[in-house]
């Protein structure tokens, strides 16, 4: 079985995209727990993190995870959605999987442009 033959349709895609953003945000959550309780501890802790973060490869780490969970919302949104029987024809399924790969794409391309600017 060739994997790189086989063409997904775009509903496989976001549901595959959105198993992969559960999974990362899952594994970073630790990690998330801890910054959140490191910036709360004072202001200087604060501009430490800050400045931990704002190396290019660290903002590119954080704008995966902005990714991660704006396409694991929407995605699940739309799961959800479609388990209740709205848009779940193939036609609005397709353009809702579309929707949610371009929305979050566009949420983390915002990210970027935020962080790294």
């Known amino acids: 079985m060739n ?5 997904f349709p775009v509903g496989a ?4 995209g959105h198993r992969v953003s559960g999974v990362l945000l899952l594994v970073s959550l630790p990690l998330l727990a801890l910054a959140l309780d490191r910036s709360l501890r ?11 973060v704002s190396e290019p490869w660290r903002a590119l780490l ?9 396409h694991h919302v929407l995605a ?7 388990d209740i029987g709205v848009g779940s ?5 397709r353009t809702s999987a579309w929707a ?7 949420i983390a391309v915002a990210a970027a442009v935020r962080w790294l600017s």
């Open 3 to 7: 994997l790189s033959q086989i063409r």
């Open 13 to 16: 895609i976001a549901s595959i």
């Open 42 to 52: 004072s202001e200087s802790e604060f501009e430490a993190l800050r400045d931990l």
């Open 62 to 70: 954080l704008v995966i995870l902005v990714w991660a969970a704006a």
């Open 76 to 82: 699940g949104v739309r799961h959800l959605l479609m």
């Open 89 to 93: 024809r193939l036609s609005p399924a």
């Open 100 to 106: 949610a790969i371009v929305a979050a794409g566009i």
